[in-house]
Every structure is written in structure tokens, then in C-alpha cells.
């Protein structure tokens, strides 16, 4: 189907992800904007540093944490570091 066979325009939304989409499509994989590696051996190892860390939490068996909890414990350590109390 041709622009000109589609009976509706496209909408706001999904002209500016075709935009988006032939910017991303012009760039290389490793540009500025894409990337904040320099070589394609510094993303790939990236890449597989981050996958062993999702594997790790993933295999890890302790209980979950709630996400209150999780802020609770966060906010402690910050203020014993800062030595403030809030």
C-alpha cells in the first residue's frame, strides 16, 4: 500500500516515529547519540557484563523486596553517610 492508497493520514505519533525511525536507521551503531562506547568490543563487552549481572539476580535466591523497603534501607545508608537526619 502506497502513501497515496492509504485512506487515512498518519497521525501525529506515528509520523514522528517514521521520522525517528530513518534518523536511527541513518546513524551508525556506536554514534554519540546511540552509543556511549567507542568501539564495538567496548558495547559488546558491556553487553555481556550486564547480561552475567541479570543472570546473577535472576538465579539469586533470596526473598524479594518490597519496593518501600527497598527505599527505607536506600534513604538509611544515604543519611549515615551524609551524617543528616531527615
Known sequence: MTARQR???LSD??????V???ILCSMNALSPLMSEFE???EAEAH??????K???ARADGRPDVEHDEAM????????ARSG???
Do not use: G
Open 47 to 52: 553487553l555481556r557484563w550486564l547480561q552475567a
Open 7 to 9: 485512506k487515512r493520514p
Open 39 to 41: 568501539t564495538l568490543e
Open 13 to 18: 505519533h506515528a509520523l514522528a516515529f517514521a
Open 84 to 86: 543528616s537526619a531527615e
Open 72 to 79: 527505607a534501607r536506600t534513604r538509611a545508608i544515604i543519611q
Open 54 to 56: 541479570v543472570a546473577a
Open 20 to 22: 525517528f525511525a530513518l
